[in-house]
């Protein structure tokens, strides 16, 4: 049951982060807006929020000296994962800080950024925030005034990490992958590229076998040559 409630966290957390890295993308690109600004706000205290989450919930469970040493390994793996998607949304924070500073909204001088981005971000935050359709109440000067506040959430982030450190040590090289790298991916895709894969080898056994006989054709024909030639130098001779 603690095993899957971590899990689920933990799913939500990648979830979220990956959709703050998307939004972080178009900052000071042509989809940059007010919205967006607020988008990434609460997308990101999203994402902390279910860091804390993770954190009580992994930290109490690899204390535990009753967890037996195969649920132990799991949740190291777990514990693994969630580091990782720190390190990644603190990443993050500091890019959008970044081109926050770099990009803001009432300037009417700075020129936006052509990212080759387009469109609203709304129902990316909306999928981040598990809701149907996002609600805007900021103020018009959010772009300059939650810059402050992304400073000190990303010195909140930065101690939490050093703080999960100091609890919890599990190093990084001494956990096993139950997977080989990339199999999440491969298995999306084996029902859909399996009949191109099929036709495809279809295809290159085909063009090998032609191959093949243009090459015996190719052969047969020097030799005839050459044996007609030599004939023709004998009898000359």
Not at 58 to 77: C, G, H, M, N, P
Not at 155 to 178: D, I, R, S
Request: with cysteine; glycine share 6%.
């Amino acid at each position: 049951m603690v095993k899957e409630e971590c899990k689920a966290l933990l799913d939500a957390l990648s979830k979220v982060t990956a959709c703050y890295r998307h939004m972080v993308l178009t900052i000071g690109g042509t989809s940059d807006s007010q919205n967006l600004r607020e988008e990434l706000k609460k997308t990101r205290q999203k994402a902390q929020e279910l860091a804390v989450a993770n954190r009580n919930k992994l930290t109490a469970v690899l204390k535990d000296k009753t967890v037996s040493k195969e649920d132990k390994a799991e949740f190291e793996r777990l514990w693994v994962i969630f580091s990782t998607c720190m390190e990644i949304l603190e990443i993050d924070m500091r890019r959008a800080l970044e081109l926050g500073q770099e990009f803001p909204l009432n300037v009417p001088k700075k020129h936006l950024i052509q990212t080759g981005m387009s469109g609203g971000t709304s129902g990316v935050a909306a999928r981040a925030m598990s809701v149907q359709n996002m609600k805007y109440e900021a103020e018009h000067n959010i772009d300059v005034v939650d810059l402050k506040d992304l400073e000190n959430e990303i010195n909140q982030v930065g101690e939490m990490m050093y703080e999960m450190e100091m609890k919890v040590n599990v190093p990084q090289w001494t956990v096993e992958a139950k997977q080989d790298p990339g199999a999440e991916l491969k298995s999306t895709i084996s029902v859909g590229a399996s009949s191109i894969g099929m036709i495809s080898v279809e295809e290159n056994k085909s063009f090998c076998d032609i191959s093949k006989v243009l090459a015996g054709i190719i052969f047969s024909a020097v030799l005839i040559i050459a044996i007609v030639l030599a004939v023709c130098v004998v009898k000359l001779s």
